[in-house]
């Protein structure tokens, strides 16, 4: 079993900065992969950016330039820096941790509030 839980969420005003942690506990291994999907209200969850075990990254075309994902992989912990936020920002942001053979696991989510 996998534990994600993340932190940092909050309301900043457009162009601010954020940055988001998701600290992962239970059984994790060096072939996962890790990421953040978003949610806002009446949309569908949608993926963020990911990274890869070996350390390939992909972004939201929405987000590219702006949003950074890294790890420390000695405090399991996965980041995502937001640069440049912007009111189509805001969502609820999970946390993703994916097998190698597919089983996925989400954190509870943090709500990042952007306003104009």
């Known amino acids: 079993q996998v534990q994600l839980v993340e932190s940092g969420g909050g309301l900043v005003q457009a162009g601010e900065s954020l940055t988001l942690s998701c600290a992962a506990s239970?059984?994790?291994?060096?072939?996962?992969?890790v990421g953040w999907y978003r949610q806002a209200p009446g949309n569908e969850r949608e993926l963020v950016a990911r990274i890869t075990s070996v350390g390939n990254t992909n972004y939201a075309d929405s987000v590219k330039g702006r949003f950074t994902i890294s790890t420390d992989n000695a405090k399991n912990t996965v980041y995502l820096k937001m640069n440049s936020l912007k009111p189509e920002d805001t969502a609820v942001y999970y946390c993703?941790?994916?097998?190698?053979?597919?089983?996925?696991?989400w954190g509870q989510g943090t709500q990042v509030t952007v306003s104009s």
């Open positions: 239970g059984s994790i291994f060096s072939s996962d992969a």
């Open positions: 993703t941790l994916v097998r190698i053979w597919g089983r996925t696991y």
